[in-house]
């Protein structure tokens, strides 16, 4: 099993540029999350989709910020225009929800290995 | 107030000792809990996964749910270096699989 891909693992950019975080979700899974994680504010959710629809984008932290999901192998999170502030570590992150009918099932989330990102 | 609270640490502790880990949360529909562990560089994976209050047991990691005082712990026994890791909690109202709130981690490291 081949796990949650995501590309590239660190970018270094200078502010102002467009920058756009790549990832491969598990395959059969339906639903897919971004993370931003900084020392600062934890582990933070940005978006996630379902069926790859957006179901909650209200930690995306402004416009500046959009991701899609074309089809249930791929989704990009895009920041344009990048600033300094942005730096931190991002993750994506797959569950399925199959099975979900039984209350307590466990359904975990699978998460990549993360981008790095510097803006400079 | 965070939904979520959890001590960021670190915590360090000599190897063979018992840890504790815990967390508390304000939002009383949260009935889904977990924890998550995260070594350097990598994405968290989850450890414990645990429905609404009671104890569960995996090898030397104990997971515990207080509903009633809003408290989660997880304990580890007989603590070894490969330990070493950030342990994040984590819980939602809906399911394991869809949209769950972490708390920020408590960075933990055994000395050998």
């Known amino acids: 099993d081949a796990g949650v891909i995501q590309s590239p693992r660190h970018e270094v950019t200078e502010m102002g540029q467009e920058v756009t975080l790549r990832c491969k979700p598990i395959s059969g899974h339906d639903y897919l999350f971004w993370y931003r994680q900084t020392m600062m504010r934890g582990l933070e959710l940005l978006i996630y989709f379902n069926n790859n629809v957006p179901i909650d984008d209200s930690g995306m932290p402004e416009d500046r910020f959009s991701a899609k999901m074309p089809n249930a192998s791929f989704s990009t999170l895009k920041i344009q225009p990048s600033e300094p502030r942005d730096s931190a570590v991002y993750f994506c992150?797959?569950?399925?929800?199959?099975?979900?009918?039984?209350?307590?099932?466990?359904?975990?989330?699978?998460f990549g290995d993360g981008t790095r990102l510097s803006i400079l | 107030q965070k939904e979520v609270e959890q001590d960021p640490g670190p915590l360090s502790v000599p190897e063979g000792a018992i840890v504790s880990l815990n967390c508390t949360y304000s939002?009383?529909?949260?009935?889904?809990f977990m924890w998550y562990r995260q070594y350097s560089r990598k994405g968290p994976e989850l450890l414990m996964y645990?429905?609404?209050?009671g104890n569960k047991e995996d090898g030397r990691f104990t997971a515990q749910v207080d509903k009633s005082s809003k408290y989660i712990s997880l304990f580890i026994r007989d603590s070894q270096p490969s330990d070493s890791a950030t342990y994040l909690c984590?819980?939602?109202?809906?399911?394991?699989?869809?949209?769950?709130?972490f708390g920020s981690g408590t960075r933990l490291s055994i000395r050998p």
């Open positions: 984590a819980m939602s109202p809906y399911s394991s699989a869809s949209k769950i709130i």
């Open positions: 939002n009383s529909a949260f009935q889904y």
């Open positions: 992150a797959s569950s399925s929800s199959a099975g979900s009918r039984v209350t307590n099932s466990n359904q975990p989330q699978h």
């Open positions: 645990t429905y609404s209050s």
